[in-house]
């Protein structure tokens, strides 16, 4: 680091709890991050997540200089949320949120952390400077554009690694109109033979060029996906409530890295935020579920997919113990999408109290689709 501008940078970020960065003048991406993209979206993998296929962010997603024309540098900076290295079951009604989850939303956390290096910063060079953040906010490539920037590799789980902090960290980008230098130049790829993560994935959904088919991975079916899960990748679900770390779990570059450096807010409050009671999330209301995980990632799923979610585990745990919150939910709730995934949880824990709820839930169930569903639990059963 020659510039002195560098130095006073890293007084500026340290603070900041971010554990490693680097800095990279705006540029396009590499043309072979850009064909594997297409052929990634050609292929459907991005299943319903359309923006990503949005053709107006398509010049941005392959220039990020084109986010902001002006800017003369892009900090990317990385920070850790907690290593989560177990891939173990629990015994009861639980349901296992993947650790990225159990504290606070990053888009908020490191927005306001990106607005204050960015005004420590304007300080430090001694004069204005324009900013624009972008933390899974804007159309940028922002693994590719941190590997470039020598923040990790993109190992075969598809995920950003560093030799020395593993891969449970957050990527943000800081694009400002100071010059600086740039730092450093691609990490050697370390994957090596090694392929735990693709052994290891209930899914199968890791696709031998590095990415994911996002159509079966249970990050995107318990997060990102609206619907219906399918049926033949319920049983797959496990106990995953929300997102899924299998492939990072079982990555012996997050087995040898340490656990600082995690920043309170990513911190889960309490033991329970990695594991939720199951009973509570079937009878949560609309208003609760917005107040008990009110600036945490799991509003993103939003209160129907959480239930769906929790049904699909509850028929894996298959205890009859939740047959009469399923019971209730299958009769009550007006969401079909929540109706069907109980008609399929109950179908699974197949006790008498089950089956006598799906036969009486036929009587009165108008929904065709529901209908169906009702009857191929009773078919299982
Ligand atoms: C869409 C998305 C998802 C989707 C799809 C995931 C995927 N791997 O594509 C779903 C919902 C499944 C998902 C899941 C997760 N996500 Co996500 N996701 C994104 C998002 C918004 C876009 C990624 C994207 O464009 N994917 C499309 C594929 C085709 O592009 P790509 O992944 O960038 O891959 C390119 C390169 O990797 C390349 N490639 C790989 N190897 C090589 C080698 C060479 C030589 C070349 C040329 C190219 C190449 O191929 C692709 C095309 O160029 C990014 C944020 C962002 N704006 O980038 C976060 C992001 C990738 N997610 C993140 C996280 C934390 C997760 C989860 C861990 C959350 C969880 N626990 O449930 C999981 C991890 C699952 C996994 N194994 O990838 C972090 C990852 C941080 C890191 N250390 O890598 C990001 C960067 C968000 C952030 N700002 O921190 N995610
Ligand atoms: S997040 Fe889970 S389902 Fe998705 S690729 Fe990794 S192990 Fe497979
Ligand atoms: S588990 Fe092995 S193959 Fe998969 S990302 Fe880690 S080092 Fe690479």
Known sequence: ????????????????????????????????????????????????????????????????????????????????????????????????????????????????????????????????????????????????????????????????????????????????????????????????????????????????????????????LTIENKGAIPVELREKVGQHLFGCDICQSVCPWNRKANDTLVLPEFQPADESRAWLDLNKILSISTTDFKHQFSGTPLLRAKRIGLIRNACVVLGNIRSDEAAPYLTRLLSEEPEPVIRSHAAWALGRISSKKARDALSCALKSETDPNIRFEIKNALRSV
């Open 1 to 220: 680091m020659s510039d002195p501008l560098l130095y006073r940078l890293q007084e500026i970020l340290y603070p900041h709890g971010f554990s490693h960065a680097g800095i990279q003048k705006p540029q396009p991406i590499a043309p072979a991050y850009v064909q594997k993209y297409a052929q990634w979206l050609s292929e459907g993998c991005h299943a319903d997540m359309s923006y990503l296929e949005r053709a107006q962010s398509m010049e941005i997603r392959f220039d990020p200089s084109r986010y902001m024309p002006e800017a003369r540098s892009i900090i990317v900076l990385a920070f850790r949320y907690p290593i989560d290295r177990d891939c173990d079951t629990r015994p009861g009604l639980f349901g296992k949120i993947a650790s990225y989850a159990r504290g606070l939303d990053y888009h908020d956390v490191l927005r306001t952390k990106l607005e204050e290096i960015s005004t420590r910063l304007s300080e430090y060079a001694r004069k204005e400077h324009q900013s624009r953040i972008a933390i899974d906010s804007a159309p940028i490539m922002e693994k590719p554009l941190a590997s470039q920037t020598g923040l990790g590799w993109i190992g075969r789980n598809s995920c950003l690694i560093h030799p020395v902090h593993g891969s449970f960290f957050f990527l943000a980008n800081l694009f400002t109109t100071l010059e600086l230098e740039p730092t450093s130049s691609e990490i050697f790829p370390l994957c090596g033979d090694c392929h735990r993560c693709i052994d290891a994935c209930p899914t199968g959904c890791i696709r031998p060029d590095h990415t994911i088919d996002a159509r079966r991975c249970l990050s995107y």
